[in-house]
């Protein structure tokens, strides 16, 4: 097998994953460690680009086709830059039927932006989780790491605004 990438070395990636990927073809089986290797990449660039993504097929001797699929497959990878705060609306069942939808929409207007966007500052990006296993606290949002829990449409802006939002800069009502 090979990789699509040419002889020509891609250069795209910072030192430590090239490291880190190097660690990785030294042990058996080195092809099994593409997931890490991509969460390390998206981890420090913030998305998935064509080039990293190329770059680490080059490295990792994997067909680029594979590390597309795999990259595709599995939604926690983006292919896009993301907002510096990262709010995620959980649409699992239970946050669905207590109104994540609502919060969902509002996030939309307040920060003029579709699921799967970046506002042009780069601050904030909205997604969706099929669910994020906190059931009981539905509806949920999470901003990067921290759970916003019994969100109600209402605390949606001062959600935002505890993150450095500014509804007077650009943003609809």
């Given amino acids: 097998m ?97 109104g994540a939808d609502k919060v969902l929409d509002r996030l939309k207007i307040l920060l003029d932006i579709d699921e799967g966007d970046t506002t042009e500052d780069g601050k904030f990006s909205i997604d969706c989780a099929r669910c994020i296993g906190a059931c009981a606290l539905a509806p949920v949002v999470l901003v990067n790491e921290r759970v916003y829990g019994n969100v109600k449409l209402a605390e949606v802006e001062k959600i935002l605004t505890d993150h450095g939002f500014d509804k007077a800069k650009g943003a609809k009502a």
């Fill in 2 to 98: 090979s990789c699509s990438c040419s002889n020509t070395e891609i250069n795209v990636l910072p030192p430590e994953i090239v490291a880190f990927i190097e660690e990785c073809n030294a042990k058996e089986h080195s092809e099994s460690y593409l997931i890490p290797v991509l969460q390390m990449v998206q981890e420090t660039m913030g998305f998935l680009s064509t080039e990293s993504m190329d770059e680490v097929s080059w490295r990792m001797k994997v067909p680029s086709a594979k590390v597309t699929g795999v990259a595709t497959f599995y939604h926690f990878f983006t292919f896009k830059p993301r907002g510096e705060f990262r709010v995620t609306v959980c649409m699992g069942t239970a946050c669905f039927v207590r």
